[in-house]
């Protein structure tokens, strides 16, 4: 089924199994409202998701029903997790996607930090 964004959050997740502890992951921060690993499938040198604790499926989702504390909370580690893995000199792009066109796989509000070195395009998609 393709992830819309819009639909109700599925704990079947794979990330809420990896914030249950039921699938390992590579850590690289965690603290009471985020959790930042490596991706699975690196797509650029350094390639690292942050995720809320909390149940949301999207941005949508999250910027809609999230506290103040807990978005606070998650844009602040966004950019700290960047900081800690040396990307600000030489910056680095953050990411979201949100449903179909965007292809997002995983129902779990997540954003990607890529870095590591010169990383293209912005998008390939055809205009
Ligand atoms: P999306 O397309 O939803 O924005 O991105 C989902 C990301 O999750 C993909 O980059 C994919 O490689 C990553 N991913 C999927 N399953 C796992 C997993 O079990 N562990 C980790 N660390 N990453 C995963």
């Known amino acids: 089924m393709p992830v819309t964004g ?19 992951n590579k850590t690289v921060y965690e ?3 985020v959790l930042a690993f490596h ?10 998701l942050v995720i809320p604790k909390g149940a949301y499926v999207s941005a949508r989702d ?9 978005i606070g909370g ?9 900081a800690m893995l040396g990307l600000e000199a030489d910056g680095y792009r953050l990411l979201a ?14 954003v990607h930090i890529f870095g590591g070195g010169p ?9």
């Open 6 to 24: 819009l639909e109700p959050y599925d704990d079947q997740n794979v990330f809420a199994k990896i914030l249950r502890g039921e699938i390992p």
């Open 31 to 33: 603290d009471e409202h």
């Open 39 to 48: 991706d699975i499938a690196p797509q650029a040198p350094v390639h690292v």
């Open 62 to 70: 999250f910027a809609a029903r999230a506290p103040h504390a807990e």
């Open 74 to 82: 998650f844009w602040r580690a966004v950019g700290q997790v960047a």
């Open 97 to 110: 996607n949100h449903g179909m066109n965007a292809g997002q796989e995983v129902p779990h509000f997540h």
């Open 119 to 127: 990383l293209g395009p912005m998008i390939s998609a055809k205009r």
